[in-house]
């Protein structure tokens, strides 16, 4: 079992949601977060005072998948959440050694 976790622009993450449905994910953890990478924050202007914005708007989505599931999550990821634009995200990929759910008490891939 394998842990994806995009880190993609917030008005992207119905595509993303979409995307995932049409390829059988059944399941996902979506959390708001806020962060930078290259894109380095940027420079607003509040009732007429200017300050920087360091750190950014972003939404982190996390899919526990099956192995042979990965490439398919991550293909549909990274088209739904392209604008060709600086911040349009990252994707990680670890490993998950065990799961449960908690309410029947299945394991690993049963319990997806």
Known sequence: MKLVI???KPFKLDEVHQALTR????GMTVAEVKGYGRQKGHTE?????EY???FLPKVRIDVVVP??????VIEAITSASRTGQIGDGKIFVTDVVRAMRIRTGETDA???
């Open 52 to 54: 920087v914005v360091s």
């Open 45 to 49: 202007v509040y009732r007429g005072a």
């Open 23 to 26: 390829i059988g994910i059944s």
């Open 67 to 72: 192995a042979t599931q990965v490439d398919a």
């Open 6 to 8: 995009a880190v993609i």
């Open 110 to 112: 049963d319990a997806l």
